[in-house]
């Protein structure tokens, strides 16, 4: 008997009935994998008014958060022999795709948009796996979604109609920003900076407490300081009109201990080739990814 599984997210989920972008879709909109991206998808959703009645989840172990949707009306597991969908946002494990999606290809022939989040894998493979002529976007959001503060970039097919364009727009910016491009390739590069690149940040706060401790800090003070200035400092970036190169010359007096650290941090060996390196990697294994 598969169990719930514990709810990895903020509990923001609140069905907010009413106007928003998303109110007047006829749906059904259906989540394959109710996951910590696919979830935080759905929050967003939630949060812009769209019925919970028109949300169709397919996920072997819901959370207990989105198994109490089902009493607002969402359909959790149903079969998917009889759905019509007007979007299908597909948030399973890219490695698991060429298994979990075939048995749901019928799901593609009634004229909806197949919006697929899975890392690497390609609109190529959503047309064959979905059949040519699918109307698909492939798109990388990241989790600050959790918070509203997502950042996603998406590519579409030739097959995707303006009305599907505004749809997955809509569906995809309910969790934050959502540019568009015209060249698939850039995809696994924006996988690498914006998709992965939360970790990216919170791996500095982990790592300026590591330092702080050897710097003679207590742990507890040197896991608080990190973790406060990396979540100001995000946060002063987002509220400023300033640019980050302006933010850090702001943080420098000339002579100064910044200038000091900065002289490390900048130097020939320093982090610029340390993240090109770290990008270059996780740009390659998106497009292993692919299959
Ligand atoms: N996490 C991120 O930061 C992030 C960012 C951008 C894009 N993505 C992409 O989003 C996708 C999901 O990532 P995630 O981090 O959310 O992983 P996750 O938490 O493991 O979510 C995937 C979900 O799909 C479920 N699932 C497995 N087989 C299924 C099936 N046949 N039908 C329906 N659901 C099924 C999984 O259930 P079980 O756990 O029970 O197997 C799991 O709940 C991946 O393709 C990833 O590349 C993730």
């Known amino acids: 008997m598969p169990q719930p599984k514990s ?130 976007v492939r798109a990388m959001p990241n989790t600050p979604a959790a918070i509203g503060r997502g950042m996603t970039v998406a590519v579409a097919n030739a097959a995707v109609t303006a009305a599907g364009r505004t749809l997955a727009q809509n569906l995809l910016g309910a969790t934050g920003k959502v540019d568009w491009v015209a060249e698939e390739d850039l995809i696994d590069a924006v996988t690498a900076v914006s998709g992965s690149g939360p970790a990216y940040v919170f791996l500095l706060a982990e790592s300026l407490a590591r330092a702080g401790v050897a710097a003679g800090l207590p742990p507890d003070l040197a896991r608080k300081i990190a973790r406060e200035t990396v979540a100001g400092a995000g946060e002063l970036l987002y509220r400023s009109p300033l640019d980050a190169a302006t933010l850090r010359k702001n943080v420098t007096s000339p002579g100064g201990t910044t200038a000091a650290a900065l002289d490390v941090l900048m130097a020939a060996d320093g982090l610029d080739p340390l993240l090109e390196k770290a990008i270059a990697a996780a740009t390659k294994r998106s497009r292993e990814l692919a299959g």
């Open 7 to 136: 709810d990895p997210k903020p509990k923001t989920r609140a069905a907010a009935a009413g106007a928003g972008p998303l109110a007047g879709l006829k749906g059904p909109i259906v989540l394959v994998g109710a996951g910590k991206m696919g979830g935080a998808l759905l929050d967003g959703w939630l949060r812009l008014g769209l019925d919970p009645r028109k949300i169709v989840v397919l996920e072997p172990h819901p959370s207990a958060d989105v198994a109490a949707q089902a009493i607002a009306g969402l359909r959790l597991n149903p079969d998917p022999a009889g759905l019509k969908p007007e979007a299908v946002v597909l948030a399973v494990k890219p490695q698991t795709a060429p298994e979990a999606l075939p048995p749901l290809a019928p799901l593609a022939g009634h004229g909806g948009v197949m919006i697929s989040i899975m890392a690497g894998r390609t609109l190529g493979f959503l047309t064959q796996v979905f059949g040519p002529g699918t109307a698909a």
